[in-house]
């Protein structure tokens, strides 16, 4: 069973950090694209940073471009999202999500992302 297990959220002052963490399970993690996805209320799901397992090819989005930083750990299986700089706006449930290319980054849907993660809420106060 492929299993992909988001944990790190939390609540944190504006200007501040977290790390989030996708585990990943049941396939071959080298043949993999992960990336990081989130939804705010009342708002579509958002594609924020990408990372390829086999040669560490990373996107970003725009919103996040240098302050969050993807990097995976192939010997763990597991992508880590450090998150600095926090703003009120990043507030949202995190989502982790599984394909073979980070090419699709911008459409978050389950016909091309595979696994999902079960979300990780982060909480930003101003």
């Known amino acids: 069973e492929v299993q992909l297990q988001a944990s790190g959220g939390g609540l944190v002052q504006a200007g501040g950090s977290l790390r989030l963490s996708c585990a990943v399970s049941?396939?071959?993690?080298?043949?993999?694209?992960i990336a990081w996805f989130r939804q705010a209320p009342g708002k579509e799901r958002e594609g924020i940073a990408c990372?390829?397992?086999?040669?560490?090819?990373?996107v970003y989005s725009d919103s996040v471009k240098g302050r969050f930083t993807i990097a995976s750990d192939n010997a763990k299986n597991t992508v880590y999202l450090q998150m600095n700089s926090l703003k009120s706006e990043d507030t949202a449930v995190y989502y982790c999500?599984?394909?073979?290319?980070?090419?699709?980054?911008?459409?978050?849907?389950?016909?091309?992302?595979?696994?999902w993660g079960q979300g990780a809420q982060v909480t930003v106060s101003s």
């Open positions: 999500a599984r394909e073979r290319t980070c090419r699709f980054i911008t459409i978050a849907t389950r016909k091309i992302w595979d696994y």
């Open positions: 049941g396939l071959t993690f080298g043949n993999s694209a």
């Open positions: 990372i390829v397992s086999d040669n560490d090819d990373t």
